[in-house]
């Protein structure tokens, strides 16, 4: 079915949703590259006025990527709930929006539908959506996941430990440990990109972030990020793996990229549970997504970069996981270009996210060839702080040395803190606490006693 | 009215920013102001032109055939912001490298890529040390490539007729390593080929990877690869640990 609408004296036809969808898109460098951005913003609101009168039932009933073809929106299409579905069934995304924003609609309404909302729902209502649209619906929203602890309560918020290291030198990454629980860092996991993927090298790292966490009762979990099929092999040959981490993307294609499909993702799921490590929770799956990754795979089905996102969403969903984590700026200028792009990203899938049930964290990142720089990343980081994002990445001064690229710091969570008196997950926060690292109203803690400290006193 | 982290000890394992003290939870003056100065200088090393004219006197002394080739990406900009372009010669340049299409064991590209003062730091150095080792070799006039991506070798190694190519290319600068310097190794070129064939060389720069390190790594690579008639994934890098790690 083609779509119509116009924009001044110009009128504009899309072929399908999937066009359409694409034309209405924000400016990303990544769905220009890809030829299916509008051509210029006349065409982009035409497509987003016609957007507005899609009804949301069109999204259940034509899938983007038909359900015989893709093993994405067979999950999506198998999850959806009908039932739920029901109160929104006669909007459209214009409605859909305005809902959305009307304060009747609390996160609580917004919690009894979401196994009724898809992916591709939430990404079309985000394509009409301003950027504080998109934070008001998303600080409605709260998802909280648990493990060792109790991550995205209202007036909270979390990081992720990254001390990575260009060669996995244990005592390079835990001297970055040591500093980063100084700050206060590590509540949504200590979490190590490793530089090989050698199982050996990973097993070694994993007991080291083990043994740590034992020996201090660390209130938090651990992860070495590499590929599923490895953490696989690892928990069968009895490595402490506490969470299963995988990149994963919106289609079976992109899936296939990543080496990675549905059961290996299930096994893997049963294979961790089995291990029953959690104690507050069980939430065991770290998930990282980012727009771009279908384009830069060649398997995007000519659906724009967003929507593509967001169908990773809606796989991400159905493993209950603990993190899912948007690495925003990563993937390069070609696919976001510069902080604007950056930006808007960051909040579109945070949003995206949030509408879908998920824990959703962002890397606010970026790369040194992208248009983009520290203040960039501070605008955004305290837009999501603001719109209830449930954690970000605590990398050494923001330089990743690993994996070259910056992303944001120790102290960019203390700033974030100060300014919207956000706290850590409870159980953390006690820990630092009673680690004498934190006084009572939140702030680090300085003084003579932390000369001696036993943290710096660890010899592993 | 700043506070030191009183462990400063850790600093010794690691070259991340760690024990950076701190004005109330905020960066000090100096961190900030150091970060800033970091980024500016990977910043202008993404955005500068490859100077050719300096380039070609470096690699004057060691006697080479030079061809200077152009990719489809006319600017920075463009070659920045559509990767696609800078792996496609221009018309001219395919015709240049016709001329000299022959039976080569190895040709050598040199491409600025994301870092062009990389190349200018580094491959002359590297260059000096490498050749000399491949006089048994018949190699192809050295191709300089302005806005180049990876895959250009393939298309360069296949019109000049290599057996082997090598890419000296510019890597994506990071905050506190602009002029880092990769090579990529791919044997048998052929426009379409995927980068599971290539093997990689990586981090070459002052206090990384030394050029003559560097140069032993690659010969090694490039006697295992012709052996075996193959590069890439399926070629295992048996060469040992790189100098200085533990």
């Not at chain 1, 700050?183 to 979490?191: E, K, M, P, Q, R």
């Not at chain 1, 059961?263 to 294979?271: G, T």
């Amino acid at each position: 079915m083609a779509f119509k609408a116009s924009a001044g004296t110009h009128s504009f036809t899309f072929p399908d949703l999937r066009t359409l969808l694409a034309c209405a898109s924000p400016e990303k460098s990544g769905d220009q590259m890809a030829g299916i951005a509008a051509k210029n913003e006349k065409e982009r609101i035409a497509a987003r006025i016609a957007l507005a009168d899609v009804p949301l039932r069109s999204f259940v009933d034509e899938p983007l990527v038909p359900y015989e073809e893709d093993a994405v929106t067979r999950l999506i299409m198998d999850d959806f709930d009908e039932t739920a579905f029901k109160l929104i069934s006669s909007f459209t995304v214009g409605d859909f929006r305005n809902w959305l924003l009307s304060y009747e609609t609390t996160g609580e309404v917004i919690a009894g539908i979401r196994s009724g909302i898809t992916p591709e729902m939430t990404a079309a209502v985000s394509k009409i959506m301003s950027n504080q649209d998109l934070i008001l619906v998303s600080s409605k929203c709260r998802v909280i996941s648990k493990f060792r602890n109790t991550l995205g309560l209202s007036g909270h918020f979390s990081t992720r430990l990254q001390p990575n290291h260009p060669t996995d030198d244990l005592k390079g990454i835990m001297a970055g440990i040591i500093d980063g629980l100084m700050y206060g860092c590590g509540d949504a996991v200590i979490g190590i990109n490793p530089a090989s993927d050698r199982p050996k090298t990973i097993h070694s790292i994993l007991v080291m972030l083990d043994e740590l966490r034992q020996k201090f009762s660390i209130p938090s979990q651990t992860c070495v990020l590499t590929h599923v099929s490895t953490t696989l092999e690892l928990i069968r040959n009895g490595s402490p793996v506490d969470l299963v981490f995988q990149s994963i993307g919106g289609t079976e294609a992109t899936n296939r990229s990543f080496g990675v499909s549905l059961e290996l993702l299930e096994e893997a799921h049963q294979a961790a549970s089995e291990l029953s490590r959690g104690e507050t929770g069980n939430n065991i799956m770290y998930f990282e997504t980012g727009q771009g990754s279908s384009h830069s795979a060649n398997a995007n089905h000519g659906i724009d970069q967003q929507t593509c996102e967001a169908r990773a969403y809606g796989l991400a969903r159905h493993f209950r996981p603990l993190l899912v984590n948007t690495v925003v700026g990563f993937i390069g200028p070609e696919y976001l270009f510069d902080g604007r792009q950056i930006i808007r990203a960051g909040l579109e899938d945070h949003f995206c996210g949030k509408l879908l049930g998920l824990p959703m964290g962002c890397d606010i990142c970026y790369t040194n060839h992208a248009m983009a720089d520290q203040d960039d990343m501070d605008n955004l980081l305290t837009l999501l702080g603001t719109a209830g994002c449930n954690f970000i990445m605590a990398v050494p001064g923001a330089d990743d040395i690993m994996l070259n690229y910056q992303s944001t710091s120790f102290h960019d969570q203390l700033y974030i803190r100060q300014v919207l008196g956000l706290k850590r997950a409870p159980e953390f926060d006690s820990w630092l606490q009673q680690m004498e690292l934190l006084s009572g109203d939140g702030l680090l803690r300085a003084g003579n006693h932390l000369t001696h400290h036993k943290l710096l006193a660890y010899d592993r | 009215m700043t506070d030191k982290d009183p462990w400063k000890d850790l600093g010794r394992y690691t070259d991340a920013r760690i024990v950076l003290g701190r004005a109330g939870g905020s960066l000090t003056t100096s961190e900030l102001l150091r970060f800033r100065r970091d980024h500016a200088l990977a910043r202008d090393a993404v955005l500068a032109d490859l100077n050719l004219f300096d380039l070609e006197n470096k690699l004057g002394d060691l006697g080479l055939a030079i061809l200077k080739l152009k990719t489809r990406a006319e600017t920075r900009e463009e070659y920045i912001r559509r990767p696609d372009l800078g792996r496609v010669l221009q018309e001219e340049s395919t015709e240049d490298l016709k001329k000299y299409s022959g039976s080569y064991d190895l040709g050598v590209v040199l491409a600025d890529g994301l870092s062009a003062i990389a190349i200018e730091r580094n491959a002359p150095g590297f260059l000096k040390s490498f050749l000399p080792e491949t006089s048994e070799m018949k190699i192809a006039p050295v191709c300089i490539v302005r806005h180049g991506r990876v895959a250009l070798s393939d298309e360069i190694g296949e019109l000049l007729g290599c057996r082997m190519i090598i890419m000296l290319i510019g890597e994506r600068p990071g905050l506190s390593s602009p002029d880092s310097m990769g090579i990529y190794m791919t044997y048998n070129p052929l426009k379409g080929n995927t980068d599971e064939m290539r093997n990689c060389i990586s981090n070459i720069r002052t206090g990384g990877l030394p050029v003559e390190f560097a140069s032993e790594k690659l010969i090694y690579l490039i006697n295992e690869s012709f052996r075996k008639k193959l590069s890439g994934v399926n070629l295992k890098d048996n060469f040992g640990q790189n100098p200085g790690l533990t």
